[in-house]
């Protein structure tokens, strides 16, 4: 299990860490329907925004957060403080 502040290191993380939490994202901040998160601080653009993401069997978890980062702006994205269970398969 990895912990991380920015998702952006996930790709080059070994295999055998099955786990990465981060939460730099902040959700994108703004979601636009149709459309999505416009600007997310990240060089994968939405790929990492936010929840849950399964990438060659390893898993990364974004949380959205509580705060901003970009723009002091939420929108439709809404703050949350995430709590993960997490069994053995």
């Given at each position: 299990?990895?912990?991380?502040?920015?998702?952006?290191?996930?790709?080059?993380?070994?295999?055998?860490?099955s786990l990465t939490i981060a939460g730099h994202t902040h959700g994108g901040q703004v979601y636009?329907?149709?459309?999505?998160?416009?600007?997310?601080?990240?060089?994968?653009?939405?790929?990492?925004?936010?929840?849950?993401?399964?990438?060659?069997?390893?898993?990364?978890?974004?949380?959205?957060?509580?705060?901003?980062?970009?723009?002091?702006?939420?929108?439709?994205?809404?703050?949350?403080?995430?709590?993960?269970?997490?069994?053995?398969?």
């Open positions: 299990m990895a912990f991380t502040h920015n998702p952006d290191i996930f790709p080059e993380l070994p295999k055998h860490i636009l329907p149709f459309i999505g998160r416009p600007i997310v601080p990240s060089h994968y653009g939405q790929r990492y925004a936010i929840g849950h993401i399964d990438e060659d069997g390893k898993n990364l978890y974004v949380s959205p957060g509580v705060g901003t980062s970009i723009f002091p702006v939420r929108f439709l994205v809404p703050p949350e403080v995430t709590l993960l269970s997490i069994t053995s398969g």
